[in-house]
């Protein structure tokens, strides 16, 4: 057994390799080769709050288990199992990996929905999250040459513009306005854009909340997009704030397509001017098969700590 540090993940996970880890999976899903269970969470009086996920992509099998609370920065592990025999085969700090999956799974998305003559970027928030998003999209989508990040606080979009070779504009309208993609990254409670900014065509990338009474997108763009695609419906019934303030009946859920759905060409984009909305809650099966890769990669080139039961 390995116990594996966030430089060994760093070192081993190439955005390149977990845009396509992301392709896999969500085609596995589709298959019914990888199983997803929903994110649960305990919350205790304190606010502490440990939160916990799992699934397998047919060759592993593991769980997520992290702790968050106000005043204190989150921790994250993930457990690595062998489907075949439940073997335990690594431990993994899991705050990287979380991060990378999370972009790539977004990257991904954009490549099924997004129009391919996509060039202009906007992005809304400038922190952990954000930066995987651009690389991902980067990745993702070659034809980008021009990406605009807007946050509240000027010194952090314009550090995040420096670290990232972006630019950075003064107000989220500048950013959203003339963009092909939209990606907001935040930890807002209410909408950080507003809909008359986006143009028909758009796609939006809308990864920042999963709680159930946060959101970063208006309901009005919600349902005015032609296209909603979720990582996963019944996460999204439970945490998926965008959507669960956005609908206003049972019904509305039927417009909401999985993602393994268009990976397997069940739906797509069917015009040009169609505005498509991906909802990213993080899915521990997008963590599972990061974490086979990694722990593989790591056997490889002997890197890790030797864990003796």
């Not at 060039?119 to 034809?143: C, E, H, K, N």
């Not at 899915?283 to 056997?299: H, S």
């Amino acid at each position: 057994m390995l116990f594996l540090t966030e430089s060994n993940v760093i070192d081993l996970l190439s955005m390149h390799d977990c845009l396509a880890l992301m392709r896999t999976v969500f085609e596995r899903l589709a298959s019914g080769e990888a199983i997803n269970q929903a994110r649960r969470r305990l919350t205790l009086p304190t606010k502490s709050t440990l939160h916990y996920m799992a699934g397998s992509d047919g060759r592993y099998f593991g769980a997520k288990v992290y702790s968050t609370n106000p005043g204190h920065n989150p921790q994250f592990l993930f457990l690595l199992y062998r489907a075949e025999d439940a073997e335990l085969l690594a431990v993994i700090e899991a705050n990287h990996l979380g991060q990378i999956r999370t972009g790539a799974a977004s990257g991904y998305a954009t490549q099924l929905l997004a129009r391919s003559d996509s060039q202009t970027v906007a992005v809304i928030g400038s922190g952990f999250q954000a930066r995987t998003q651009v690389a991902a999209i980067r990745a993702a989508m070659p034809g980008v040459n021009r990406i605009r990040v807007w946050s509240r606080l000027a010194e952090k979009r314009e550090a995040f513009a420096r670290e990232c070779g972006v630019e950075a504009v003064e107000t989220p309208e500048e950013a959203v306005r003339g963009a092909d993609i939209v990606v907001t990254a935040t930890n807002a409670g209410e909408p950080v854009i507003e809909t008359g900014w986006v143009d028909a065509g758009t796609h939006i990338n809308a990864m920042g909340s999963n709680q159930a009474r946060r959101r970063e997108l208006p309901g009005e763009l919600v349902r005015r997009a032609d296209l909603i695609v979720a990582d996963n419906i019944e996460q999204s019934r439970r945490e998926s704030g965008d959507l669960l303030l956005a609908f206003t009946s049972e019904s509305e859920w039927e417009r909401v397509v999985e993602l393994k759905d268009v990976a397997a060409g069940r739906f797509a984009r069917n015009r040009p001017t169609d505005i498509t909305l991906f909802k990213s809650n993080g899915l521990a099966v997008e963590d599972v098969i990061a974490a086979g890769w990694v722990y593989e990669r790591a056997k490889e080139s002997g890197v890790g700590r030797p864990i003796y039961s």
